[in-house]
């Protein structure tokens, strides 16, 4: 019998990178499964999407500098 292990997670230690992903899995209303069930609940496309997001965010933050 296997038992999942329960990961509390700590918003404030978490790296920049790490945020970012929350927070876009927050404004997809996604954040919710994912504290529940662990980022391994989200389909390929969810996935996929905030991934996508990440990479955007961080090339707008790049040209910005």
Partial sequence: M???KEKKINLSELTEEEKLKYEIAEE???????MNDGWKSL????TGR???MVNRRRREKKTGE
């Fill in 2 to 4: 296997s038992q999942k």
């Fill in 50 to 52: 905030i991934g996508g």
């Fill in 28 to 34: 997809l209303g996604l954040l919710d499964q994912v």
């Fill in 43 to 46: 389909s390929s496309k969810e």
